[in-house]
């Protein structure tokens, strides 16, 4: 799901080998995988993608928008052509060999790609609570520096109810996903 950690600091988070071999065994034996933030940039690399700086930090909650290549794709099929969406990232990846991209922003021209119709990679998170949200601004809040793509922490915290939104597009997708898998 993500973490301070980027998909080549291997020789500082010896985890991310093994990680990256346990990825691609599931790519190939024909599994659904889907990678959020750190683990969509992991996917990306496995499959032949390579991952950089993005040019803007994206932190905060920001709009989404499918491209015109995700509409078929059933996990995407549901969703509005426009949403927000929380962020909390410095790299982005390139769309591997054969995967297609299907989101972007204005911070960040990748946001989610879909390879094999089973394998999806989200730089974005409909996952986010406001536990984890507050839980990354207690942990993590030396990042909240001045940006364009950067919110303040106050503005990071969902109210009640502000979430429900995400957590229907979050159920949304992954139907389509299951959908997805059973074909």
């Not at 190939?28 to 969509?40: R, S």
């Not at 491209?67 to 509005?80: N, Q, R």
């Not at 591997?96 to 094999?116: H, I, L, W």
């Not at 974005?124 to 984890?132: C, D, I, K, V, Y």
Request: proline share 5%; with cysteine.
């Amino acid at each position: 799901m993500g973490g301070p950690m980027g998909v080549y600091d291997e020789s500082v988070y010896s985890w991310l080998a093994p990680e990256k071999r346990f990825i691609g065994e599931a790519v190939a034996a024909g599994k659904t995988v889907l990678g959020i933030c750190l683990g969509a940039q992991l996917l990306a690399v496995v499959l032949g993608g390579a991952v950089r700086r993005n040019v803007h930090r994206e932190i905060g909650w920001f709009p989404v928008r499918l491209v015109p290549a995700a509409e078929g794709i059933p996990a995407f099929a549901g969703l509005p052509r426009s949403f927000t969406a929380f962020h909390w990232h410095g790299d982005t990846f390139g769309i591997p060999p054969g995967a297609v991209r299907t989101a972007e922003s204005d911070a960040c021209a990748a946001q989610a790609f879909v390879y094999n119709d089973k394998v999806i990679g989200l730089q974005f998170h409909l996952e986010s609570t406001a536990e984890s949200v507050e839980a990354l601004v207690r942990n993590c809040g030396e990042e909240l520096v001045e940006g364009n793509y950067i919110q303040e922490a106050a503005e990071l915290i969902p109210g009640p109810g502000e979430l429900d939104e995400i957590r229907v597009m979050l159920d949304t997708f992954l139907e389509g996903m299951e959908a997805s898998a059973r074909r």
